[in-house]
């Protein structure tokens, strides 16, 4: 009965929250008719206040529960992998996708809309002005309990609003709860720096200070480690922004990795013992997709389950076709030859030669490849889906970055070989990596096996600035000129055009229409 209560109190706290801004054309709404003080009286009130915040944020990322609804969700892989080097459009591909894979994006693309990520700031704003009110109704919200469930709106405020920062730059600044429908929806961009200086960085650092330390986090939710993460990974982001710290940034990241050492994992274990990060073996590795709550390696991941929300329909697998985006196929062919001693190839792509559905990402799903194609263990195609915000995979490599970029070398080398030398390759020696570009590279080339298809594909090459050394070759060939008679294709010549400014996508028409103070991105 306490599930079925906290069921219906969600669906009243959405309600209440979400007349206006469900509608995805908007910033921001307001409530209207409801008087949301009413809402926010019972530890079960917190509960699902969460739960819709947890509920937009996956939404936004994952899918919509429709292989056929492109504009909404998926929106992980959209910002984070299609317009990078391992992932193409398919055949299958709409428009908005062959603008991500071809860097000829417009302002009328699907995933170019932010209000999916502001409908989550919207109720983050709410929780964070009314969490504080509810010990004086309810006795048993704890002081332990408020700061928990305070801590996550923040953080979870922070990473909607690093998204917003990675994805547009410039964005409109909102942290109060938005109730009075007479008041503006319209609101001039704040500089992308301020946002992180004054908002996300004071975000964080609060989740931080209140989120209960050393428990056993579920997996699902914003924890210790998990802020830890968030913040490590802005530092990493800032320090090449413009007025960005640099070197400092650097030293900023490295501290709050090791902060996330002491934290507790999923199964109990801290993430690190020594400056060494707690990895799942290879063994396992399927785990970390799969089954995250039984494996030590997980920080945060995002929750789907398809008996409940329908289909999560992640833009790289679908199903067995009809998929909008495929693997690129030079490096599916690249990769492919590494499977004998990259464990990871088989565990991740399908590496048999004459089946039919060759170019999707199998990672997150249980299937077993035979002679006449992939065959779902369940009889179906339908899963759960577990896409990972962070990890400590991703956070050894990054830590290596953090270390090449500040010419630590033998660090960098170290946490590099961690996983490189995991997936099955003879360690790197330093005469291979001798200098600290050279071992971006190299820590570059193990992101893009170890966390292929995870979110972070784009962000990486643009926080190493590596977009025109990696992707004008690649960007050539997709947008070469084929001969109607021939069938020659000659390649472009172009590579990334109008960079920088087109690392950034275009502000939609949608919210340009709904804020009149709102100005276009420069090269849209």
């Known amino acids: 009965m306490k599930t079925k209560r906290i069921l219906i109190i ?7 929250i979400g007349i206006g801004s469900c509608k995805k054309s908007i910033s921001l709404s307001p409530s209207s008719g409801v008087t949301i003080d009413n809402y926010f009286k019972t530890q079960n009130d917190i509960t699902a206040s969460l739960a819709g915040i947890y509920s937009a944020f996956q939404e936004e990322t994952t899918g919509s529960g429709s292989a056929s609804d ?43 809309d932010w209000a999916g990520l502001y409908k989550v700031i919207s109720r983050t704003n709410l929780a964070i002005q009314y969490y504080p009110q509810v010990p004086a109704t309810d006795p048993n919200v704890t002081p332990t309990i408020l700061n928990n469930a305070l801590a996550q709106a923040y953080a979870m405020r922070a990473e909607s609003y690093f998204y917003v920062v990675r994805v547009w730059g410039d964005a409109p600044e909102w942290t109060t709860a ?45 924890g210790e480690g998990a802020i830890c993460a968030i913040l ?12 960005g710290g640099g070197a400092t940034d650097y030293a900023n990241a490295i501290t709050w990795y090791n902060k996330l050492f002491i934290a ?28 995250p709550t039984q494996s030590a390696e997980p920080i945060w991941s995002i929750y789907w389950d398809y008996t409940v929300n329908g289909c999560a329909c992640i ?60 065959t779902p263990v369940a009889g179906n195609l339908n899963f759960n889906v577990y896409l990972p915000m962070y990890r400590m995979s991703d956070v050894t490599l990054e830590y290596a970055e953090a270390s090449a970029q500040t010419n630590d070398l033998a660090t960098a080398l170290k946490y590099l070989n961690l996983i490189h030398v995991r997936a099955g390759y003879a360690a790197y020696t330093a005469a ?20 292929l298809g995870e979110g972070k594909r784009w962000f990486q090459l643009i926080r190493t600035n590596r ?35 087109r690392y950034l996508w275009p502000v939609s028409q949608s919210a340009l229409n709904a804020n009149t103070l709102l100005k276009q991105n420069p090269g849209y």
Not at 476 to 481: A, E
């Open 315 to 374: 833009p790289v697998f679908v199903g067995l076709s009809n998929n909008y985006v495929q693997l690129d196929p030079n490096f599916q062919a690249t990769w492919k030859k590494q499977y004998k001693v990259d464990k990871r190839v088989a565990l991740s792509i399908d590496t048999l030669a004459t089946l039919n559905h060759i170019n999707l990402l199998y990672k997150y799903y249980n299937l077993i490849p035979n002679a006449t194609g992939i």
């Open 432 to 451: 291979q990596v001798p200098t600290s570009s050279a071992m971006i590279d190299a820590i570059l080339q193990e992101d893009q096996y170890e966390l």
């Open 178 to 222: 938005y109730l009075d429908i007479t008041q503006s929806g319209s609101k001039a961009r704040t500089k992308a720096l301020s946002l992180v200086d004054s908002l996300i960085i004071p975000d964080l650092t609060k989740a931080y200070s209140l989120i209960q330390k050393n428990q056993t986090p579920t997996v699902w939710y914003v």
């Open 232 to 243: 490590a990974d802005v530092y990493m982001w800032r320090a090449t922004m413009t007025g």
């Open 70 to 112: 492109e504009g909404y969700g998926g929106r992980y892989h959209y910002w984070g992998d299609v317009r990078g080097d391992a992932f193409k459009e398919s055949t299958y591909a709409t428009n908005s996708v062959v603008e991500m894979a071809h860097n000829t994006l417009e302002f009328t693309n699907t995933a170019a």
């Open 467 to 501: 977009v025109h050394t990696i992707m004008d070759p690649i960007l050539n060939v997709r947008n070469g000129v084929t001969d109607p008679i021939t069938g020659i294709t000659t390649p472009a010549t172009t590579g990334f055009i109008d960079a920088p400014n």
């Open 264 to 291: 507790k994992g999923p199964t109990g274990t801290v993430y690190g013992t020594a400056g060494t990060p707690t990895l799942e073996t290879m063994a396992n590795w399927k785990n970390l997709f799969i089954n």
């Open 10 to 16: 969600v669906i009243l706290f959405i309600i209440a």
